[in-house]
């Protein structure tokens, strides 16, 4: 196999995760079964072709819009790297916020504390992705020396069993060591917090579970923002007031003294509160799964003639996991599994048990090298950027936005955003890899590229996938969905989608400007969800080409208030976004250059539709 047949399998969509080319409700053994299957395999193709249009790459139409992306992608990237270059005037502004870098002759832009963090912990994390899945095959070979041969290819339920108890007692066990290496004594106070969820889950009477287990998550997020991870030494100070100053002994003063000392030993992570809103929903994930498996007590794969080996991924997050199941030794293992901990992909309690019970059949060695080496070129993608465009420094510095272009000032925010994609991309791919490894299959959190975003509505679908997901089942679907048939179901969808996302902004970070990113998420989906009732494909099937002309408009405007939306949010504020769009329109050059812009972003669209159409000919339809 030559390098680009290598790369082109490794940039292929079924390597990012197979989720992605198969239907969810669809066994991945089938799929392996019918590789080899040439008729079906053709049969399937000409069922997707006879469905989808002509591919438009090789037309006139589309001649002109390659020569637009010839001309506009290096112009882009030579605007953020002439904004960077050392010789420009504004450079000595944000100089102290570079770091040494390994290109010869540039620095590079590690300002961002998140991705600093990550990098500086690269080599660690790759020596747990190596050692954990290591000392586990050495834990079985000690503990199950018997068992160490693997699963056969349909095992016995007491096999699935004995599967399941070996790896969880080794999850278990790991979480604990883990948990206080990374936090040291606040370990102790992360599982107060998960015995008290799960004493919510396993002893409120049935009807109570559900709210009360938001109102604990929930409670949690806000204490913990405003205890600042309940410092001893704070604690102590709170409860005993200020000695009397004529007194001999300071009890008070002594405790707090040891308060601060137990503080001290807080492990490599003392800020444990700033990464624990991800095991929040791991938490509410456990239990509503438990909740809701009181009403299927009887339901069972074996029952119901389904082989528990070759179950589908709807298959694994909807059947409820076993009552025994439900114990507080698989839960501590599910909500402080050592790869998805920090960052996720989130999986829920049904699909975690199920893969512990099961090795999952889309776990494939090629697959998984394909997807490590898409993660270092990722990496090599992001180091680059950041050694020649010095955005975040540049953002850090409290410039004069006024002193830029109205071209470097868009650039510059354009790359912004791009910049906090791959920020959260890279450790999420790593501790996925870590998972894969291990031999669990969380899914993909991100599916396209933040330039291959046209639609509010699917955006959402592709950034932070896993979130989306858990979002729906646990928050969206309860709340009864969206309906827009008549008045009154488009105003309760609308209430739908405006809780939806003040959870998810709230859950991010207790801060104003989230909470204004979410409200803005939701009355920039207004305008599409109009379009998409006024403007219904169905009228235009005898003119889809001017349907598609109207489609790409509107997403050039979509791709607008996107970006706005998420300046605000993740990047400069809504103070900063003022005057960013202040400097692109103080003169007619700002003006000139959003018509161009435009021009740019229509021509990326149509790019986009075809790169849609074309999966759409391979039977993928991701809807995003």
């Known amino acids: 196999m030559g390098i680009l047949s290598f790369l082109r399998k490794t940039y292929d969509l079924d390597t990012l995760d197979t989720r992605f080319t198969n239907s969810s409700s669809t066994s991945y053994k089938t799929v392996i079964e019918a590789r080899n299957d040439t008729a079906a395999s053709k049969e399937r193709a000409a069922k997707w072709n006879s469905r989808s249009h002509p591919l438009r790459w090789n ?14 992608v290096p112009y882009m990237f030579w605007v953020a790297y002439d904004a960077s270059r050392p010789e420009d005037p504004k450079y000595g502004r944000y100089e102290r916020f570079l770091s040494p870098g390994w290109i010869p002759g540039r620095k590079i832009d590690a300002s961002d504390s998140q991705y600093r963090t990550f990098r500086n912990n690269i080599p660690y994390m790759a020596a747990l992705l190596v050692l954990h899945p290591l000392l586990r095959r050495l834990y079985n070979s000690i503990i199950y020396p018997e068992k160490v041969t693997g699963q056969s290819s349909r095992p016995t339920p007491e096999e699935a069993d004995q599967r399941l108890n070996q790896r969880a007692t080794f999850d278990f066990g790991f979480a604990l060591i883990y948990l206080v290496a990374l936090h040291g004594i606040s370990a102790f106070k992360i599982l107060i917090i998960l015995y008290m969820n ?25 204490a913990n923002e405003l205890c600042r991870g309940y410092k001893f030494g704070s604690m102590a100070a709170l ?59 009887s339901y069972s794969p074996l029952e119901k003639q389904i082989d528990p080996t070759a179950l589908s991924e709807r298959d694994r997050v909807s059947i409820p996991a076993q009552t025994k199941d439900f114990s507080f030794r698989n839960y501590v293992a599910y909500a402080i599994y050592a790869p998805l901990y920090l960052t996720g992909p989130i999986i829920t309690f049904n699909d975690f048990i199920s893969q512990l019970r099961y090795k999952t059949a889309s776990i494939e060695t090629g697959r998984t090298i394909r997807y490590a080496v898409r993660f270092a070129l990722t990496l090599l993608a992001m180091e680059v950027i950041l050694h020649y465009d010095y955005v975040q420094a540049i953002s850090k510095a409290n410039p004069v936005w006024g002193d830029y272009t109205a071209a470097q000032l868009s650039i510059l925010s354009f790359f912004n955003l791009h910049l906090i994609w791959l920020k959260l991309l890279l450790p ?31 955006f959402w679908r592709s950034w932070h996938r896993s979130f989306y997901r858990w979002s729906i089942r646990y928050i969206y679907v309860p ?33 104003l400007r989230l909470l204004i990113w979410g409200w803005l998420v939701v009355f920039f989906m207004l305008p599409e969800m109009a379009a998409g009732f006024l403007f219904p494909k169905r009228r235009w099937e005898r003119h889809l080409t001017a349907y598609r002309m109207l489609c790409c408009v509107g997403a050039v405007v979509n791709i607008f208030m996107m970006m706005m939306a998420n300046l605000v949010g993740f990047a400069v504020g809504v103070d900063g976004l003022e005057r960013i769009i202040a400097g692109i329109f103080r003169d007619f050059s700002g003006f000139t250059f959003i018509v161009g812009a435009c021009v740019a972003l229509f021509v990326g669209v149509q790019i986009m539709f075809e790169i849609r159409e074309s999966e759409a000919r391979r039977g993928i339809n991701l809807k995003c």
């Not at 048939?485 to 207790?510: K, N, P, Q």
Request: glycine fraction near 6%.
């Open 428 to 458: 999420w791919r790593l501790f996925r890899l870590w998972a894969l490894v291990d031999g669990v299959d969380p899914p993909e959190n991100m599916i396209r590229c933040v330039s291959d975003n046209w639609s509010t509505l699917a």
């Open 198 to 222: 799960y004493q919510v889950a396993t002893t409120l009477p049935r009807k109570s579970i559900p709210i009360a287990t938001w109102v604990f998550n929930v409670g949690i997020l806000f």
């Open 479 to 511: 709340l009864g969905g969206s309906s827009f048939r008549s008045a009154h179901e488009a105003g309760r969808s609308i209430l739908t989608y405006v809780l939806v996302f003040t959870f998810v902004a709230l859950w991010h970070d207790i801060q």
């Open 239 to 297: 409860i005993f007031t200020p000695p009397n100053e004529h007194s001999l002994v300071d009890s008070g003063s002594a405790l707090v003294s040891w308060g601060r000392w137990l503080d001290s030993y807080g492990g490599l992570m003392g800020r444990w509160e700033i990464l624990f809103n991800i095991t929040v929903l791991r938490l509410i994930s456990f239990n509503l799964d438990h909740y809701w498996s009181l009403d299927r007590r």
């Open 59 to 72: 037309t006139t139409e589309f001649y002109p819009y390659y020569l637009v992306i010839f001309l506009a």
